[in-house]
């Protein structure tokens, strides 16, 4: 598993909306970003790993979904035949109780077959909507 910090995500985007859901549900975070693999390129089966979103505590918390895609991979061909592919084996969006914020795992791979072929993933790109119940908060300039 390889972790990424938080200071290597890239074109971070995170935007609050305030909602009526379930279980007590009144916040929805979206979180969008990319990062670079590090060393360059990821071959095989890789999982990456990266903390976003606000902190939360485990009651704040209700659920996170999310997607993923490549943005940047390489092939490189020497041989004929050959076969190549990348794609993004499994996703996953939960809880941290060690930071309070969501986790994010990326389960990618890349394969290549033939003498000399490879094949990698350098980039991956990300959205995490996150679900929590937060208290009210006073509005500025409120007398009760």
């Known amino acids: 598993m390889i972790r990424i910090q938080p200071n290597q995500v890239q074109n971070l985007q995170q935007i609050e909306a305030v909602v009526a859901g379930p279980e007590g549900a009144n916040r929805l975070f979206t979180v969008a970003g990319q990062f670079e693999i ?4 990821a071959s095989q089966n890789q999982t990456f790993t990266v903390l976003v979103g606000p902190s939360l505590t ?3 918390f209700l659920r996170a979904i999310a997607t993923a ?3 940047k991979t390489t092939a490189i061909v020497q041989s004929l ?3 190549f592919g990348w794609g993004i084996a499994g996703i996953d969006a939960d809880w941290d109780d060690e930071s309070g914020q969501v986790e994010l795992r990326i389960e990618a791979f ?3 077959s033939g003498a000399n072929n490879s094949t990698s993933i350098n980039s991956l790109a990300f959205q995490v909507t ?3 119940a937060m208290t009210a908060k006073t509005p500025p300039g ?3």
Not at 38 to 41: F, K
């Open 38 to 41: 590090p060393s360059g390129s």
């Open 58 to 60: 485990r009651q704040q």
């Open 69 to 71: 895609s490549l943005t």
């Open 81 to 83: 035949p050959s076969d």
């Open 110 to 112: 890349a394969y290549a």
């Open 130 to 132: 996150i679900l929590a």
């Open 142 to 144: 409120f007398i009760g």
